[in-house]
């Protein structure tokens, strides 16, 4: 049932109440009319009755008057007064004809007759009797007086006691009436009182259970949507009506329903995704010792006939051989760089956290890059300062980083001079710098914006001149923010370049063994060196000294 | 190429390397270049050929390839580190894996330092010289 249906259903209910009650207002009211008019009519016909036994006492009266004239026997009424007399009883029979006529039943009809027929007999008696009472009438003989007292106190008397009997049972309809009117009166009354009541009953119960049912469904739809908005896309709402409150649980269901289902498209291919990420740094993985191992020997085999000439004295084929070697070299250097960046993006580059003393890897990295150095004729500056001692990071990914940017500074350098800094700074000298410095071509703001990004070099025509990925430097500074540490860069077109490398010097171990070691109370290591970056005058210091 | 190389044999002893590699050509090359810098390179071509020459011939230092045939570079280093007689002998792990934990891995099974392929000699020749100095000291 939809929700306007439900308030136009309660508001017919009430509707109907108010109808009913206006109903019985009516009803009453006419209930009451009735009554009145029936109690009206009661005390009309017995004012009626009075009336009639007033008139006749009255006419009984002048009759007394006239027989008094009669037994006198003087001079009686004069003639226009018998005609009074006479007409006011012929009216008053007319009267009691009248009452006949209006008789409200049969009862009263029957007795009404009774007394009208009584009557007409008493005023036949009493006209004579007036008649005779006309001056200038023959002189009734006394005689005769008895009887005619006889003949009119009989019906006289006869008729007062029908009257009264017809005057009782008017006053028995009057207090019928009154009761009649006294119970239609308390009937309403109490009607309408519990129509009220019931109406009341009835809006405030309608009024409850909508609004409790209304309440609850949108309450169900709120934790409903709650919940689906953290997540839990299994959960159904309960549809406990057919209004649009149901319709609109049952469209979150759908939407929830639909939402798991794509979630679960998603998920899936997520999971193929992830699959196919996975095969691909296997078969990097793979691809990578496949190569390696030939070249391994490549590299292997030339390095040992370029000793083996340079001890013999061949030296018409050193050249080449190093150039076999440099070209070999470039290409292990690449394959490295792919399969770290794989490694990189399948989350699997792990560090090898190791204590290493930081000269002799700087003086290592120089020595393999001492012939791409040479070749455009630069001068290679090693500084290390007296307190830089050992650092504590995965050697590897440091040396991987220098040799980077070393050979990166010799590549776009010509004539000119490329420097190595290793300094420490900050309290304890808990951080390592490494500033490589060249005096070569440069690079713009917007070309060092981004220099760290994969694939890219300065710019295009970069990589026809000066040849790699492009994916060192996003190695390499991947590398030292695994590490804790960053790679930055500053530059000026013309001038040359100094790349930051900035390291804790100590790197902390990956969570799980520092885990075990605070587990086994050992004593807890010290707090992790402050993040910071190198102050300006540390930058100036590490650079341009 | 003019720089010098950390001398062959301590106290001019001849150190004597054995190499465990299937690899012909790596193992060759290896050999050859290890000898022109006057170690003894003794070879073997499989896990269980190289136990066997180790407890044979006791040699000062051993290149452990880690993808073997047979019985792996692994696990013929915990034999060697786990049997009394060759518990001593340095072991340096060679390995052509770059996806894996090889490092830690080849560390856990005993072995004193680890190489990843291709071999870069500087520095190869420097952990074998740390690894025979030490020796030289601690075991005589």
Known sequence: MSIRLKLGLSFLVILALFGLNLGIYLWSGGQRNDSIQHLRQAVERQLRVITIEQELRQRETEAGTSQIFLEAGTSGHPVEMVDSLVERVRELGRTIEEFVDSAVDEGERAAAVAIARQYQRLAELWIDLHGRAKVGADPVPPVARPEEEEASVGPYKVLLGELAKLEESEERRVNEATAYFREVADLTEELSSWIFVLSTLVAVLVALLLSTHLTRALRRLEAGARRLGRGELDHRIEVASRDELGELARAFNEMSHQLQASHAKLEEARAAAEQANEAKSVFLANMSHELRTPMNAILGYTEMLLEEAEDSGAEESVPDLNRILAAGRHLLALINDVLDLSKIEAGKMTLFIETFPVREMIDDVAATLAPLVEKNRNRLVIEVDEDVGKLTADETKVRQTLFNLLSNAAKFTADGTVTVRASSYGTGHRRMLFAVSDTGIGMTPEQTARIFNEFTQADSSTTRKYGGTGLGLSISKKFCQMMGGDVTVESEPGKGTTFLVDLPAVVEEPAAPRAVAIATAVPAPEPAPVNRQPTREERRRASAR | ?140
């Open chain 2, 1 to 140: 190429m003019t720089t010098a190389f950390p001398p062959p044999t301590p106290k001019g002893a001849m150190a004597r390397i054995l190499i465990v590699e299937d690899n012909e050509m790596n193992r060759d090359m290896l050999t050859r270049r290890l000898r022109r810098r006057g170690y003894a390179v003794l070879e073997a071509l499989d896990g269980k050929g190289g136990l066997a020459v180790a407890r044979a011939e006791s040699p000062d230092l051993i290149l452990m390839d880690m993808s073997l045939p047979d019985l792996d570079g692994w696990e013929a280093t915990r034999q060697l580190k786990s049997a009394a007689a060759t518990r001593a002998i340095p072991v340096i792990a060679l390995t052509a894996h770059a996806m894996s934990d090889d490092r830690p891995k080849a560390l856990a099974a005993g072995c004193d330092d680890y190489e990843t392929k291709p071999v870069e000699l500087r520095r190869l020749l420097r952990k074998m010289a740390a690894l025979l100095g030490h020796r030289e000291h601690g075991g005589g």
